[in-house]
């Protein structure tokens, strides 16, 4: 296989899949907090929480676009890409995609086309099982996700038979500890980057709203729960992440070393373990997933110091009753958005680099299970079609993101009929709204 | 247990071709009916909300493949990569493009997504005609399962009529569908289009038979056993019977009829080849059979009773989308897309 061959493969891989982790993380976020909104909304009726659960959700409606999109992407690439490996060890990872499929993306897809063509047409009830569903099928694909990245991390429960992999015992996938450390970890990091949106969101219109202003009431309510929330999701993401590189250090001695910018005993180890020195981290010298794990670490400490600062400092209302305080806070929690996304990023850089040359780890090298028959040509024209849409509907996106973001739950046309807002009309249960479409003036020229 | 499987894949597809076959459709013909303010909303409003709810089948169906076929899977994608890549860029897309069309109240922006969703549509109506179809010829395939592809071996008569007939029965499907859902002056006109669709697919029809009589190959595929050989003329009789039906007004027996003709479609490149997945230009051993291409049977058997009892729920959860969103739009009712 030409090096060449590899090295687009992996780019093309690591573009959508950093793509498609950026979009999937704040989808589980948003969803939750979406969830916990709106339920709140259903027990006590008030309608600020609608406010929330609509300026939200459309948030997490928009971004759940290009994750589903990207989220395409990855599954035919296995395939495209990676014939090697579903030859390997299909038997062993197809089982927990398939599920994955059918329990994750399935459901998923079809509770939220419900959910949002819903509004105004089911019962408040029903709607909120709904979401409710929605976000339930949603955290399922992590697990399953998780499951077959972890065996690639740590195979366990398969036996090799003429060559390939064969799952010996579904229990020893399912009990694999990586998975659950790493699995959880990477959840609760999704539940940081929503809550660390939400404040940074909210925040950016608290300082530009008005006291009296009765817009304020809803980014209020939204950053006093995310502030009770985050600070929660975040420590156990560091957490998981701490006992997570504990067992890596036994699991992926290697990966360990590296971590830690000790190359010398991971080409020790390498040799030990393979009987090849040159079988450590590539990137940077080998510095890189050194760098990738200090970048993570830091993003992490930095978001964890100012949210739970501002957290404990609501405690006793010094907070809310100190101008200063909260002036300060609410300037600098929205260049907060960004770490939860730089801190995931780098994660994944730090698990998947990590482990290379391996793509099973000591099982499988990368560059054998490129598929057969791709020729560098093909690899890169792949490369540059995938690499092109995937960025440039993640810009579309985010720009879209930030607008809708900026607007506020004016706004949101989900549940809503075009720019037409329906919060000043009675939500009631069964009634068709019967507003046009809400087309704009410009569309008369369009016909 | 891999026959199970097999039709296990066979229903998510299924599911695909005649329920994301309607948005496809809709995609297809965006062009000619959504040509006013109305139409264009009564299109959108009528395929909404299962949008999001009907391409989620072609992944479940990959998933299956992946999980009950996966060295097939691996042959298939791997092989057809060209075609894989057009169908994924298609999907994403249009994904987007129905997300993105209304977002923001430009003239330029909503042109450019509603132009992206046909053209994602053709990418995805052409790629899938274009595979079918070469499941259904002889393939350059080595003795290793890989699958070299040329223009040559890609571009014969036959692919190119099943491509063009492909495309014009995805847009029959959705024009059908539209008929279904909406009521007012656009139904009149989704109609009317619908009987211009009915001709020009029995013609791609025969184009097809006539461009596939002139490859031995083709010709020994379709004349293999009766069951062939019956569905093809069900493909005919159902063409026929699809436009009779509209030229009675009749636009949910139309609807039905070109759903069977899709599903029709998919059991001929089925069962075309049966028992191989895939046929070698040099035949015998080189053939991917359906035994070689599955997972071994110790996780068929694992897998299949978890998938049999979610496919019911899978099913549970969609029936209640179309329940919920069984009533007439026209081109005032509120949608989100």
Redesign the interface.
């Known amino acids: 296989m030409s090096p060449d061959t590899v090295l687009f493969s992996r780019f093309q891989f690591a573009t959508t899949v950093v793509a498609h982790w950026l979009f999937v993380a704040l989808t589980l976020g948003l969803v939750t907090y979406v969830v916990i909104l709106q339920t709140m909304w259903y027990r006590t009726g008030n309608p600020v929480y609608g406010k929330a659960t609509r300026f939200w959700g459309q948030l997490y409606v928009i971004n759940y676009a290009v994750g589903i999109a990207t989220g395409i992407v990855m599954e035919f690439q296995f395939g495209l890409n990676w014939a090697g490996l579903t030859h390997f060890v299909g038997n062993v990872i197809g089982t927990p995609m398939a599920l994955e499929t059918m329990i994750a993306f399935f459901l998923e897809s079809t509770f939220l086309g419900m959910w949002i063509f819903g509004w105004n047409i089911v019962s408040r009830r029903v709607h909120l099982y709904l979401i409710w569903a929605t976000a339930i099928s949603a955290w399922f694909s992590v697990f399953w996700v998780l499951m077959a990245n972890s065996f690639l991390q740590n195979p366990v429960g398969h036996v090799v038979e003429n060559g390939r992999a064969v799952l010996g015992n579904f229990w020893e996938l399912l009990g694999n500890w990586n998975f659950w450390l790493g699995g959880f970890h990477a959840s609760m990091a999704a539940l940081s980057t929503g809550g660390v949106f939400v404040l940074g969101v909210s925040a950016w219109h608290l300082r530009r709203l008005a006291k009296d202003d009765e817009r304020r009431e809803m980014y209020l309510r939204s950053f006093k729960l995310a502030l009770y929330v985050a600070p929660v999701s975040l420590f156990w993401t560091a957490f998981m992440g701490g006992r997570l590189f504990d067992l890596i250090k036994k699991e992926q001695p290697v990966k360990g070393q590296a971590a830690n910018d000790h190359l010398d005993i991971a080409s020790r180890l390498a040799q030990e373990q393979w009987g090849n020195a040159g079988y450590v981290p590539p990137v940077a010298g080998g510095h890189f997933i050194y760098i990738s794990d200090e970048i993570m670490t830091w993003c992490g400490i930095i978001m964890l110091s100012v949210i739970v600062t501002a957290a404990l400092m609501t405690i006793k209302g010094w907070f809310w009753r100190t101008p200063v305080v909260e002036k300060i806070a609410m300037r600098i929690i929205p260049w907060l958005i960004p770490l939860p996304f730089i801190a995931g990023v780098f994660g994944w850089f730090f698990r998947e680099i990590g482990r290379q040359p391996w793509v099973v780890y000591g099982l499988l090298r990368t560059e054998d299970a490129v598929s057969p028959g791709r020729t560098p040509t093909g690899a890169l024209i792949s490369l540059v079609v995938f690499a092109t849409l995937v960025v440039s509907l993640a810009v579309t996106d985010w720009l879209l993101l930030n607008r809708y973001a900026r607007r506020g739950p004016e706004f949101a046309q989900l549940g809503g009929d075009g720019q037409q807002s329906i919060l000043d009309v009675d939500w009631s249960p069964n009634r068709r709204s019967d507003e046009g479409e809400g087309e704009t003036v410009l569309e008369g020229s369009y016909q | 247990m891999q026959t199970a499987w097999l039709v296990i894949v066979g229903i998510f597809f299924t599911g695909y071709l005649v329920l994301e076959g309607r948005s496809i459709g809709i995609g297809l013909v965006l062009p000619f009916l959504g ?3 109305e139409d264009r ?1 009564a299109l959108f409003a009528a395929i ?6 009907n ?3 072609i ?2 169906a ?3 493949i ?3 076929f ?2 097939f ?7 057809f ?1 060209p075609f ?2 057009t ?3 298609g ?3 249009r ?2 493009g129905f ?2 069309r ?6 330029f922006w ?2 450019f997504w509603e132009t992206m969703i046909t053209v994602a549509s053709v990418l995805l109506a052409g790629s899938m005609a274009i595979v079918g179809s070469l499941l259904f010829q002889a393939l350059p395939v080595s003795g ?1 399962g ?3 592809l040329s223009a040559s071996t890609v571009l014969t008569p036959f692919t190119i009529a099943c491509v063009l007939t492909g495309l014009v029965v995805f847009a029959l499907q959705g024009t059908n569908f539209a008929s279904t859902r909406i009521v007012g002056p656009t139904a009149t006109k989704t109609i009317a289009f619908a009987k211009k669709l009915g001709p020009a697919a029995l013609l791609g029809l025969i184009a097809t038979f006539l461009t596939g009589i002139f490859s031995s190959d083709v010709r020994a595929a379709a004349s293999q056993s009766a069951l062939v050989i019956g569905l093809e003329v069900v493909a005919v009789v159902g063409i026929v019977l699809a436009d009779l039906a509209n030229w009675r007004d009749a636009p949910r027996a139309a609807f039905a009829l070109s759903s069977v003709v899709l599903l029709d479609a998919l059991l001929l490149v089925g069962f075309g080849r049966y028992p191989n997945l895939m046929v070698a230009t040099g035949g015998g051993s080189a053939n991917v059979t359906i035994s070689e291409g599955a ?2 049977p ?2 068929l058997s ?2 299949f009773w ?2 049999a009892i ?2 019911p ?2 099913l549970g ?2 029936y ?2 179309w329940r ?2 069984r009533t007439r739009v026209d ?6 897309f």
């Open positions: 040509r006013t303010k909303g909404g909300p299962f949008f999001l709810a391409e989620v089948w992944i479940t990959l998933g299956m992946v999980g009950g996966p060295l899977e691996g042959t298939l994608l791997a092989g990569m894989f890549v169908f994924v860029v999907m994403a897309l994904g987007v997300q993105f209304r977002r923001r109240e430009s003239l909503r042109r290793e890989v699958i070299h997972a071994e110790g996780i694992t897998l978890p998938v979610l496919v729920v899978l959860a969609q209640l989308a919920l969103y081109g005032t009712t509120p949608s989100y």
